[in-house]
């Protein structure tokens, strides 16, 4: 299984960016793919989670309340790819950001770390003018 977070950067209060895991190694659509975020330290944070099944119109999908409307997650099974679009971002929204995958689906824990199974190398954010 590999996985590789990308599109982190610099960006103003207020704006946005889309981070990108491109996933390999596995069957795709047997997993879910969770959005992480850890600063120095602090544990690894729960941002986002979506299960990765065609078979399910809606992603089944979670977020944090602290990202909830402002970060859209999404996924492209035909590049094996998940992004997080992430706008009206805030300062705290600083952290390096981890992809991850769980088997199945975004259950009552999915904001948990120790239910995923292997993590990204992670991508740095900063919000800052």
């Known amino acids: 299984v590999q996985l590789q977070a990308f599109g982190g950067g610099l960006v103003q209060p207020g704006g946005s960016l889309r981070l990108s895991c491109a996933a390999s190694?596995?069957?795709?659509?047997?997993?879910?793919i969770g959005w992480f975020r850890q600063t120095p330290g602090k544990e690894r944070e729960g941002v986002s989670c979506?299960?990765?099944?065609?078979?399910?119109?809606?992603?089944?999908?979670r977020y944090s309340e602290s990202v909830k409307g402002r970060f859209t997650i999404s996924r492209d099974n035909a590049k094996n790819t998940v992004h997080l679009q992430m706008d009206n971002m805030k300062p705290e929204d600083t952290a390096v950001y981890y992809c991850a995958t769980t088997w199945g689906f975004c259950g009552g824990t999915w904001y948990v770390a120790d239910q995923y199974d292997h993590w990204g190398q992670g991508t740095e954010v900063t919000v800052s003018s």
């Open positions: 979506i299960r990765l099944s065609e078979r399910v119109s809606d992603g089944s999908t």
């Open positions: 190694g596995f069957t795709f659509d047997h997993y879910a």
